[in-house]
């Protein structure tokens, strides 16, 4: 028994030291192993000299510095080894970024330190440290991008000292660290050092000229990037290197890279330079080692025109092609086709045109978008079964979609949108298990979508078939789809079976767009449940009932897919309040609620919507007040539009700088056209007035809207006369691309011309348009306003007008619509007008016009006699009464008759002003001295002189006019 106990404590003993030092080799040992004191306050001094807001170095604390993130340390001594402060991006939490100034000189006491990277911090534009000099086992050093500003000037500290002090290092990346032309300084650099760098990284500087040639020292260098510099030399031999990128330069001829005699390169960028030539000459540049050495090549943006040669097809080893934004033209060459290893592809943004080829089965992305090819689809891409990504948008490719596009098993991304393709969405497509992206909008594709072209895309996000006008989506209500969408555009499709039922479990979606989707009847009751999406449009469909059920389910759906923040519920017939739960939406950019038949008042909530740069309310049934809180600092478009509003703009409207559109028009409003109008809204491209209740004079502050290009007060009851100044309007003198009118999701506006009410939608930014008909308006017309050249439209009828019309008339070189009906204006019509080579519409009716209608050019097509009805004295085609002999008596009696009447008016005109200086006088100094003390009187009785002036004053013109007459 002895013996077995003995033998039993013995196993454990055994157990316990085989246990023990288990548990050493698998870490617990290295407990004991701790990185050094003078390396952790090391560490600490520096962390304690930037600032951390994203908590990068949040993990460093307790005492071993080798546990805290970020750092590594050497596993036998604790020494630290690696020190990772790359600024990135962290997923779904923003960046990553230190920021301080000079960098900390305590990190050089990790002497040991072989790995260190500080790039894509802010080191507030301080020098290159040099304590790094003093890290001699550094084989990699990365400070890109860090907001360092070179070397220290005047310094032995340069870019020669810190390859010369760090003899071991080999992969060295100073990408814009505000290294210029002195890197060029070499006198004491050691080659043998210099040689030992096999990566080197100088993109974004400023190193100009010349190519360095110091670096063709670098016999081991393999890796050499100079992408945004300024350099436009010829490229020396280096015999070893093998990837060169160079894009972003001033070479601007493809021999100055010198590419085809650098035998072993396989990797070229030389994108974004200014090459402006044929990018292959086969029998000159493609040497015999380049052909089949070159593994990547990139020319994107470079201004390479002509054609892709053959020759290309012949660099076997190819693995990626980048020729996109060039000026290439003609076929692709079949020659492509053939690359066995090619497995990137992009040519898009060129002139090219033909059939697309057949490719080999290797490739993982082609992009031929943006271009003009044509022909089908291949079947043959069937056989692609490594494709990942396939884009062939924007080109004029025909025919069906093939149904072979269902073999390709690696498809994350197929974009087919703005094509002419056509017939039935393949059922194969349902087979794609790794789509993520599909987009066939702007097609013409027919037939029904059912649940089985869904049934394995387990993983699409994005999905788009827009603008298919015969494309019919029909799903049973009871569908659940495998799928969680991001977003989902059927806009100017047909949905069957009402509200999409099968959207209620789309937990995900950041944008809804079902616009023009033939939905009707009331929103879902589970809609109100659903996550807030950022972006729902449901515009223009035939929606009911109240708006008491959209998503309103916590906070707003955010995956960072969807930029914009938008609720388009226009040209519904939505009924009942704006509800205030739309003040809850911060987010909002574009609310749109406009041609519905909303009742109430707008709710006095909305200054919450700090975002908010488009509000549309237009062609509703609101009425009240416009409330001040729809004044936020952050609108560009105010639309209220079409409904029956009352009182007077709020003042605060005063305050929006950045509003482009102002249209309260076919309201009741009242009172004054504000001045701050033209004081403050300096950006202002279109005001809109119309058919209001607006009084008073036209304000000349509108002069001082620059931008201005609509400009409608008609239908009011304005009175005075047209302010000259409005012809100094410079956007309507002369067109600045930056004013114009930049429409966003539907804009449009309402505009009389050519005497009828027309929508503007899609030319909004070429409609340049005064109206101020209708109103109570006197005086002649301003000749200035004949320099406005930009003007379309010009419609000043229904007014009181006298005088002539200003014989510089025919300066509106781009008039298209002209009407001064209905006024008095008298004289003869000027030849000028027979200028306007665009006028196609005319309406000179009901004045005091006389003579002979001037002929020729456009007015010749203008033979409605109704454009002149009501000038009694008018004469001459397309009227029926010819005119009489330029000597005849009754022309002579008529023009001596107009001289007597301008004689009469001017003395009536003086007497006028006598008369009215005499009684100005009597009353001043007659109620002078009960003004100075009573300042209430003071005030009514200037209000009153004001409106009595200019009652009087508008009473004598009329009487005046009427005389003439």
Avoid at 374 to 395: A, D, H, V
Avoid at 617 to 625: H, K, Q
Wanted: proline letters at 5%; glycine letters at 8%.
């Amino acid at each position: 028994m002895g013996n077995k106990w003995s033998l039993g404590l013995h196993f454990i003993c055994i157990s316990i030291f085989l246990l023990a030092t288990t548990c050493t080799c698998l870490g617990v040992g290295n407990i004991s192993v701790v990185c050094s004191k003078e390396e952790r306050l090391a560490l600490l001094k520096f962390k304690q000299s930037v600032k951390d807001d994203s908590k990068m170095l949040s993990s460093w604390v307790g005492n071993d510095c080798c546990l805290w993130e970020r750092v590594r340390c050497d596993d036998d001594s604790g020494n630290v080894k690696s020190l990772d402060l790359r600024g990135d991006k962290n997923s779904g939490e923003g960046y990553y970024c230190l920021v301080g100034g000079e960098v900390n000189s305590s990190l050089a006491q990790l002497k040991h330190l072989t790995y260190l990277d500080l790039s894509g911090n802010d080191f507030g534009g301080s020098r290159i440290p040099k304590f790094i000099g003093s890290l001699k086992q550094l084989s990699y050093l990365n400070l890109s991008h860090a907001g360092f500003q070179g070397f220290e000037p005047s310094s032995s500290w340069n870019f020669a000292n810190l390859v010369n002090m760090i003899p071991s290092l080999s992969e060295l990346h100073l990408s814009n660290c505000g290294i210029d032309k002195t890197f060029l300084s070499f006198s004491h650099l050691n080659i043998s050092t210099l040689s030992k760098i096999q990566q080197l990284n100088l993109r974004s500087n400023s190193i100009q000229g010349l190519f360095p040639s110091v670096l063709t020292n670098m016999s081991s260098l393999r890796v050499l990037d100079l992408t945004g510099n300024n350099l436009n030399s010829w490229v020396p031999i280096m015999p070893n290197l093998l990837e060169l990128y160079l894009s972003e330069n001033s070479f601007h001829r493809i021999e100055d890279v010198g590419i085809w005699r650098q035998c072993h390169l396989r990797h070229l960028s030389v994108a974004e330079n200014a090459i402006g030539m044929e990018m292959i000459d086969s029998s000159r540049n493609v040497s015999e080692c380049s052909q089949y050495a070159l593994e990547g090549l990139d020319l994107e943006g470079s201004i390479i025109n002509g054609t892709i040669p053959e020759a290309l097809g012949r660099m076997v080893n190819l693995r990626f092609i980048y020729l996109s934004r060039n000026g290439l033209t003609g076929s692709i060459p079949k020659s492509l086709g053939r690359l066995r290893y090619l497995e990137l592809l992009y040519l898009s943004a060129n002139e090219l045109t033909g059939p697309i080829p057949t490719f080999l089965g290797k490739l993982s992305v082609i992009d031929l978008s943006w271009n003009q090819l044509n022909g089908l689809i291949p079947e043959s891409f069937g056989n692609l079964t490594c494709l990942k990504e396939m884009n062939l948008e924007l080109n004029q490719l025909t025919g069906p979609i093939p149904a072979s596009l269902g073999s390709l098993v690696s498809l994350r991304a197929m974009k087919l949108s703005r094509n002419l393709l056509n017939g039935n969405i393949p059922v194969s497509i349902g087979e794609l298990a790794k789509l993520q992206s599909l987009d066939i909008s702007y097609n013409f594709l027919k037939g029904v979508v059912y649940e089985a072209h869904f049934a394995n895309l387990s993983m699409l996000n994005n999905f788009d078939a827009s603008f298919n006008m015969k494309l019919t989506f029909n799903v049973s209500r009871e569908w659940m789809p495998p799928f969680q969408l991001v977003t989902l555009q059927l806009d100017s499709c047909n949905i069957a079976n009402g509200f999409p039922q099968w959207l209620r479990n789309q937990r995900k979606i950041e944008m809804l767009v079902l616009s023009n989707a033939t939905v009707s009847g009331p929103l879902p009751t589970w809609l109100q449940k659903m996550p807030i999406i950022p972006f729902l449009d449901l515009s223009h469909n035939k929606l009911t009932g109240p708006l008491v059920n959209l998503p309103n389910g916590g906070n707003v759906n955010f995956f960072g897919q969807v930029f914009a923040r938008g609720l388009l519920l226009q040209n519904n017939l939505f009924n009942g309040s704006i509800p205030r739960s739309l003040c809850t939406r911060t987010d909002l950019q574009y609310l749109d609620l406009a041609k519905n038949r909303l009742t109430g008042k707008i709710p006095n909530c909305f200054k919450n919507l700090k975002n908010l740069v488009t509000m549309r309310f237009s062609s509703n049934r609101l009425r009240g007040v416009i409330p001040s809180s729809v004044a936020l600092n952050s609108l560009m478009r105010l639309r209220l539009n079409g409904n029956n509003f009352t009182g007077e703009l709020p003042r605060e409207l005063g305050n929006l700088r950045d509003l482009e559109v102002l249209d309260v028009g076919d309201n009741r409003l009242s009172g004054k056209i504000p001045v701050w109008i033209g004081e403050n809204l300096t950006s202002l491209i279109v005001l809109r007035l119309h058919k209001n209740n607006f009084t008073g004079r036209i304000p000349r502050t509108l002069c001082k809207t620059p931008k201005l290009q609509i400009l409608d007060v008609a239908y009011n009851n304005l009175r005075g006369t047209i302010p000259h100044c409005l012809g100094e309007l410079s956007a309507m003198v002369r067109s600045d691309p930056d004013f114009l009118i930049d429409p966003d999701h539907d804009e449009n506006l309402i505009q009389v011309m050519k005497g009828v009410e027309l929508e503007y939608t899609k030319n909004l930014a070429l409609l340049f348009n005064m109206d101020l008909s209708s109103n109570k308006l006197v005086g002649e017309i301003p000749v200035k306003l004949t320099a406005l050249s930009m003007l379309v439209g010009l419609n000043l009828s229904n007014n009181h007008l006298s005088g002539e019309i200003p014989g510089t008339i025919g300066n509106l070189t781009a008039l298209n619509s002209l009407d001064l009906a209905r006024n008095e204006l008298t004289g003869m019509i000027p030849p000028s007008m027979a200028a306007l080579t665009f006028l196609s519409y005319l309406n000179l009716s009901h004045n005091n016009l006389w003579g002979q209608i001037p002929t020729g050019n456009q007015l010749q097509t203008l033979d409605d006699p109704s454009i002149y009805a009501g000038n009694k004295d008018l004469c001459g085609p397309p009227l029926p009464k010819g005119c009489s002999n330029p000597e005849d008596p009754t022309t002579t009696t008529t023009t001596r008759s107009k001289k007597k009447y301008e004689a009469d008016d001017e003395s009536m005109k003086i007497w006028f002003y006598v008369d009215i200086m005499c009684g100005f006088g009597t009353g001043f100094w007659g109620v002078i001295g009960v003004l100075l003390f009573k300042k209430h009187w003071r005030q009514k009785l200037f209000m009153f002189v004001e409106d009595t002036m200019e009652k009087i004053y508008v009473a004598f013109l009329v009487i005046v006019a009427k005389m003439k007459t």
